[in-house]
């Protein structure tokens, strides 16, 4: 039993190095890929449900990887927080969002807000909000074209701190929307305080609408409850004509979701906004 537990040990000694090992290559990599530009964006149109127009964009980071093709952040952005990259990655995105805002812009398109998410690491830099200033003022842009998106977790962390710096955005005029909304634990008391616009039902909430009850009136009780806060709803994930349709009668104001529209690099995107695109 001795010689097998020993065994075992060994084994996942192995497979540990082998992970930290990959980790560690994948940092060294991440490391080299914002100098060699091998970061691009890719924009998720959200549709209001009345007018099935498209009002906003969700920037989503991409890796062009050299071997590996292209990755989703879900295959890299763990080792970028915890190495500390997401800081330099996160000021990427926010730059490059705005001047694809401002390229649109200038083509003559019609204006819509972009969505650009930040990690919990970025928030905590305190240059943020002037960096974000800045960025506005360089590309010219009205700040409500910004829309910031903060995790549900990541706003009930440090709530005097989060509270001050989400003041400090909404008195630059920037959007400011509630991620992943519903798999925290945040109080309605403090979702006033937190002064964001918008609410993103969590996919988890709507992948199995319209069947799951349960999760039907987790939905229509976001829906209201934004209503009577005077905030937007956006349903994340929405994959479905039936899961539309359902959402539509809960009165929801924004879907997001492959049913409209995959994430799509830049060029596909302005397709889709020049052609005012119905759903
Ligand atoms: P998120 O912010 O919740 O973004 C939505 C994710 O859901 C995206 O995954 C999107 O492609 C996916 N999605 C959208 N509609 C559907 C649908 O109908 N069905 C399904 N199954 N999925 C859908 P993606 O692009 O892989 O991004 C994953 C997460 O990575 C994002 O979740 C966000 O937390 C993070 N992320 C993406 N871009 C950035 C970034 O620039 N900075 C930071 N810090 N995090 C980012
Ligand atoms: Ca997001
Ligand atoms: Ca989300
Ligand atoms: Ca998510």
């Given at each position: ?15 540990l ?9 994948v ?9 060699a ?49 997401i ?50 003022e ?26 001050a ?10 959007s ?49 409850m ?54």
């Open positions: 039993a001795k010689g097998s537990g020993r065994g075992q040990v060994r084994f996942y000694t192995a497979d190095n082998a992970r930290a090992r990959e980790r560690l290559q940092e060294a990599q991440l490391r080299q890929a914002l100098e530009g091998e970061f691009v964006l890719h924009y998720q149109p959200q549709v209001d449900m009345k007018s099935g127009r498209i009002v906003g964009v969700e920037a989503l980071l991409r890796w062009q990887h050299p071997q590996r093709g292209l990755l989703g952040p879900l295959q890299f952005i763990d080792v970028a927080e915890d190495s500390g990259l800081v330099g990655i996160g000021r990427w995105v926010l730059e490059e969002a705005c001047a694809q805002l401002a390229r649109w812009r200038d083509e003559g398109l019609p204006p819509v807000r972009v969505g650009v998410n930040l990690s919990a690491l970025q928030f905590r830099q305190p240059d943020l909000v002037d960096n974000i200033a800045d960025v506005l360089r590309y010219g842009l009205d700040a409500e074209w910004l829309d910031l998106e903060v995790t549900e977790s990541l706003v009930m962390e440090d709530l005097p701190q989060t509270t710096l989400l003041e400090a955005m909404h008195a630059l005029g920037v400011l929307s509630i991620d992943d909304f519903g798999t925290g634990y945040s109080s309605l008391a403090y979702l006033k305080r937190l002064k964001a616009g918008t609410l993103k039902i969590d996919r988890s909430f709507v992948k199995d609408l319209p069947h799951d009850a349960d999760d039907a009136a987790i939905t229509r009780t976001v829906i209201s934004a209503a009577s806060l005077n905030m937007r709803v956006v349903a994340e994930g929405v994959e479905t004509r039936a899961q539309w349709a359902l959402l539509a009668a809960e009165g929801c104001d924004t879907v997001q979701g492959y049913f409209c529209s995959k994430p799509v690099p830049a060029g596909d995107c302005a397709r889709l906004l020049r052609s005012g695109s119905r759903v």
